[in-house]
């Protein structure tokens, strides 16, 4: 993308969520239409292929900050009359126009211009034409759902992806196998033209070769001339132990390739952890819930409870309160340090809700038998109040 669609592309009308839209708001208005758009679910049909583009142009720009932030200053600098001031300020009194805002940003970064605003004030008066070096590929997102055990302990999954990619065919050269492109000769090679406008001298991609330096004749059939493709692609992620849901996992390099030889941009994978029907989790703790009568809680009893592997016998004192939580270390969920979070083991006291005529009367015998429950406060309470 270039300076000039900065500044002619209102990329937050593109994706429909206004000017202070949170990074989410913006993630979420990308994504369903990047559903919606998506060539494999609009096959042949042109105008939602050109749509599709311009979101992921918007998106390409608005999810990264810095180049979000520049976009912003570009736009309202240049709306203000902003850049008209400088101009005149500096170049005594000289006309000012688009063009050359666009010389500018050109010379200062190419096409694909991320430098910040003030460096393109100071462009406006020097400097020399650079050509557009390697980009680096951009990062992409996959997301994957795990069962409970998977993320505790970690597992490898073969994981689908289909993105852009290098055309197999020209090598991403863009020229039909047997032949090669040619060095523009408008350019010369350099992807840039300069013209001379008065005592300034403003340069702007070439137009004949779309700033790339050189010129296909014989397109190759399969990527058409664009030297890129869509592809679908399998890679073999390794989750490691003790991922939490809604955790992003960062593969190096296995993003979209780069461009013009840059290197390519990183996977992100977001996890999702699907609830047990046993264990909870806190951290790198396990929780878990037991059932315990009241008998058990006042005698004292051994309890057999299950760990993610093996099961292990938790004692419980006579007299034991219900929601008491008993700590078994280290078999939580594995550290990166090689450690291991704990179990915590909570016993609740069940309270049966039907009782045979010869349980009643055994309660009642118990009752009669026990001390009153010590709530000598509460009752000194009511009475100060009157009831």
């Known amino acids: 993308m270039s300076a000039k669609d900065w500044?002619?592309?209102?990329?937050?009308?593109?994706?429909?969520?206004?000017?202070?839209?949170?990074?989410?708001?913006i993630k979420k208005a990308y994504r369903k239409l990047a559903r919606e758009l998506h060539p494999d679910r609009n096959p042949g049909d042109t105008q939602a292929e050109q749509r599709f583009k311009e979101v992921s142009e918007a998106y390409a720009v608005l999810s990264d900050e810095n180049k979000?932030?520049?976009?912003?200053?570009?736009?309202s600098l240049f709306g203000s009359g902003a850049f008209r001031r400088q101009a005149r300020a500096g170049g005594g009194?000289?006309?000012?126009?688009?063009?050359?805002?666009?010389?500018?940003?050109?010379?200062?970064?190419?096409?694909?211009f991320t430098g910040g605003v003030s460096d393109l004030f100071s462009s406006l008066f020097g400097g020399g034409v650079r050509r557009?070096?390697?980009?680096?590929?951009?990062?992409?997102?996959?997301?994957?759902?795990?069962?409970?055990?998977?993320?505790?302990?970690?597992?490898?999954?073969?994981?689908?992806?289909?993105?852009?990619?290098?055309c197999d065919t020209c090598k991403g050269t863009g020229a039909k196998p047997g032949t090669t492109p040619r060095t523009?000769?408008?350019?010369?090679?350099?992807?840039?033209?300069?013209?001379?406008?008065?005592?300034f001298s403003f340069s702007e991609p070439c137009r004949e070769c779309q700033g790339v330096g050189t010129i296909v004749d014989v397109k190759c059939p399969e990527c058409r001339g664009t030297g890129g493709v869509t592809k679908t692609r399998t890679l073999t992620v390794r989750i490691p132990p003790g991922v939490a849901d809604g955790q992003r996992i960062r593969l190096r390099g296995k993003g979209e390739p780069g461009q013009r030889g840059g290197p390519p941009g990183d996977l992100y994978v977001l996890v999702h952890v699907r609830a047990d029907s046993l264990f909870g989790?806190?951290?790198?703790?396990?929780t878990l819930s037991v059932p315990i009568t009241f008998t058990e809680a006042a005698l004292g009893t051994e309890l057999k409870v299950p760990t993610l592997d093996?099961?292990?016998?938790?004692r419980v004192p006579p007299g034991t309160p219900s929601g008491r939580t008993f700590r078994i270390r280290g078999k939580g969920v594995p550290k990166r340090d090689g450690g291991a979070g704990d179990l915590l083991v909570t016993v609740e006291v069940v309270v049966p809700t039907s009782l045979t005529e010869a349980e009643r009367d055994a309660l009642a015998g118990l009752a009669a038998a026990m001390p009153a429950a010590p709530r000598e406060h509460i009752e000194a309470a009511v009475r100060r109040r009157g009831a």
């Open 93 to 112: 009194g000289m006309p000012f126009d688009l063009s050359d805002l666009f010389g500018a940003a050109t010379r200062t970064g190419g096409p694909g």
């Open 132 to 166: 557009r070096g390697p980009a680096r590929g951009r990062d992409i997102e996959s997301e994957v759902v795990l069962e409970f055990a998977e993320a505790v302990h970690g597992t490898t999954l073969p994981l689908t992806l289909r993105s852009p990619g290098v």
């Open 7 to 25: 500044l002619e592309k209102d990329y937050y009308a593109v994706l429909g969520v206004p000017r202070d839209a949170s990074s989410a708001d």
């Open 310 to 314: 093996s099961a292990v016998t938790v």
């Open 281 to 286: 989790r806190n951290g790198d703790d396990l």
């Open 68 to 75: 979000r932030r520049e976009y912003d200053e570009m736009r």
């Open 184 to 199: 523009c000769p408008y350019c010369m090679g350099t992807g840039m033209v300069t013209t001379n406008q008065g005592a």
